[in-house]
């Protein structure tokens, strides 16, 4: 989620919340950024750099700063993401110490506008091991002016030494009303922004997103895979191989996943069928995380839905949500 458009009332709380703490100076040199992904941390950040930047001596001044930071091209942020491999072909899976070691010397000059400079790490949990030790490094020798702020929808992936070092701002999901009248505001019809807001278990930016990228029928042609390949009617290697296929293979392993959740807290699964389907929300989630390595994604998910069918648990025929 992404875009001044799109900023919801749970991101402006947010905004408001860290504005007051940065305006009375109870705002620390680190900040962790948290909360399910979807739901617009890097917009927030975006928004507060700009108000961190933007506070030039003239009318002009700040909105020149406004407009660098919207083109990416302002020298006193910073935003650190995955980068290309060696090869160019793809990018990398981590964040990786060259780049923390870049972004320590860059925060040791002095900002080019004079005010301040801000990094934002998107997202924090790739960090790797040595970028981590670099980092803390950084964390623990905070300069005036100086922000370092961590994007994670996985915090707990973190180590406990930099989470400690941080403030902590957490986005929630906001309250079913407030989400459906956001969801309305973006011009979604009332009927479907239920349903997505349904399946999505309350989450506004995930349900935008399939509203937007036809997710929920995605999600409903996975819950009818899943169904086809307990009953026998569909092999799991020809399955892996299409849900591989293009650029929806997370996706796809996140909605086999939240099938399987939604299933078992129905409330009427037995204790054993329920630990099966425990282990293979579990499974589903590790399958994701490997997307991001260099293991065949299609062994991976082909060896994730072997499990599915030999555990013979069918997810109940038309449920989406």
């Keep these: 989620m992404s875009g001044e458009a799109s900023f919801g009332p749970w991101q402006q709380r947010a905004y408001d919340q860290t504005v007051a703490a940065l305006d009375a100076g109870r705002l620390g040199h680190g900040l962790l950024i948290c909360g ?20 030039g001596p003239d009318a002009a001044a700040r909105a020149r700063s406004a407009q660098l930071i919207a083109a990416g091209t302002h020298p006193d942020l910073h935003v650190v993401s995955f980068i290309p491999n060696r090869t160019g072909d793809k990018l990398r899976t981590e964040i990786i110490i060259e780049q923390i070691r870049e972004v320590s010397q860059k925060l040791a000059l002095t900002p080019q506008y004079g005010v301040a400079q801000v990094v934002i790490i ?13 980092l803390l490094k950084t964390l623990e020798e905070p300069a005036p002016g100086r922000y370092l702020w961590l994007l994670s929808a996985e ?36 009927t479907a922004a239920q349903e997505a807001l349904d399946a ?8 935008a ?59 009427l699964t037995e204790p054993a069928r329920l630990h099966k389907l425990a282990v293979w929300f579990d499974a589903a989630n590790r399958t994701r995380d490997l997307l991001r ?29």
Excluded at 36 to 55: F, N, S
Excluded at 295 to 313: I, K, S
């Design 36 to 55: 399910p992904a979807g739901l617009g941390k890097h917009a927030l950040a975006m928004r507060l750099a700009t108000h961190v930047l933007g506070q």
């Design 122 to 134: 998107d997202p924090a949990d790739a960090i790797n091991r040595a970028a981590c030790n670099a």
């Design 155 to 190: 915090p707990a992936r973190l180590p406990a030494t930099i989470r400690s070092r941080c403030q902590r701002l957490e986005l929630k999901l906001p309250p079913r009303q407030e989400a459906l009248d956001w969801l309305h505001a973006q011009g979604f019809a009332a």
């Design 200 to 207: 999505a278990r309350g989450h506004p930016g995930l349900a």
């Design 209 to 267: 997103q399939w509203l937007r990228d036809d997710g929920l029928a995605l999600r409903r042609q996975v819950a009818a895979d899943l169904e086809q390949l307990a009953a026998g009617r569909a092999g799991a290697v020809e399955l892996a191989t299409r849900w591989t296929g293009d650029e929806h293979a997370d996706a796809r392993l996140r909605h086999a996943a939240d099938l399987v959740l939604a299933q078992a807290s129905g409330g």
């Design 293 to 321: 390595t260099t293991v065949r994604a299609d062994l991976a998910v082909a060896e994730l839905l072997l499990a599915w069918r030999d555990g013979d648990r069918p997810v109940r025929k038309g449920d989406t949500r």
